[in-house]
Nanobody, 119 residues
């Protein structure tokens, strides 16, 4: 299993970024995918999640209306479109895959990508 994030960077408040997570080594279309983030001195938190097949999405209250999670099964990639970014969105963003093997869930993390929102 491999998860490779990209798309992080520096952006001013109000700007946008799109994060990508390219997945391999498992059946992507059947797996739940999520984005988490961790700011310095804080615990890792769920930002957005999407079920296998894309039927259901969930978001942290702090990003609702600003962030959108989507998947492209042809590319085995999950995206996080981030609009109206705020300084408090600054964090390392991680891709997470929940893979079920005979109904037993296994979790895998990407290496993370830094997002910095600054004035």
């Amino acid at each position: 299993v491999q998860l490779v994030e990209s798309g992080g960077g520096l952006v001013q408040p109000g700007g946008s970024l799109r994060l990508s997570c390219a997945a391999s080594g498992f059946t992507f279309s059947r797996s739940a995918m999520s984005w988490y983030r961790q700011a310095p001195g804080k615990e890792r938190e769920l930002v957005a999640g999407i079920t296998g097949g894309g039927g259901n999405r969930k978001y942290a209250d702090s990003v609702k209306g600003r962030f959108t999670i989507t998947t492209d099964n042809a590319k085995n990639t999950v995206y996080l479109q981030m609009n109206s970014l705020k300084p408090e969105d600054t964090a390392v963003y991680y891709c997470y895959a929940e893979i079920r093997v005979e109904l037993v869930p296994y979790g895998y993390w990407g290496q993370g990508t830094q997002v910095t929102v600054f004035s």
